[in-house]
């Protein structure tokens, strides 16, 4: 049975950090993009970041580049996304997904998705 389980999220300040995880299983991710997308308020679901089960590329949405890292572990089945200089327009729920797509941006082009974790970000 595949299974994505997002942990980390919580309450940060503007300006702080949190790490999530991901936590895989139930299959092999091998040739797949593991990617975060998040869902605020009001809001549609927005692509991230992802990154290759492999080779560890990476593709990062603007809104968050230079202030997000996804990495991951491929030892111990897990992705991270470690966020910083958080912002209050970050608050969402944060789901980790798995997909075959190349470094896919659209929430359609996974296949696998945890139940979300929620981040907020208070001014």
């Known amino acids: 049975q595949v299974q994505l389980v997002e942990s980390g999220g919580g309450l940060v300040q503007a300006g702080g950090s949190l790490r999530l995880s991901c936590a895989a299983s139930?299959?092999?991710?091998?040739?797949?993009?593991m990617g975060w997308f998040r869902q605020g308020p009001g809001k549609e679901r927005e692509f991230v970041a992802c990154?290759?089960?492999?080779?560890?590329?990476?593709n990062y949405a603007d809104s968050v580049k230079g202030r997000f890292i996804i990495s991951r572990d491929s030892a111990k089945n897990l992705v991270y996304l470690q966020m910083n200089s958080l912002k209050p327009e970050d608050t969402a729920v944060y789901y980790c997904?798995?997909?075959?797509?190349?470094?896919?941006?659209?929430?359609?082009?996974?296949?696998?998705w945890g139940q979300g974790t929620q981040v907020t970000v208070s001014s």
């Open positions: 139930g299959r092999s991710y091998s040739g797949y993009t």
């Open positions: 990154i290759t089960w492999g080779g560890g590329f990476t």
């Open positions: 997904a798995g997909g075959r797509q190349y470094l896919g941006v659209s929430a359609d082009e996974y296949d696998y």
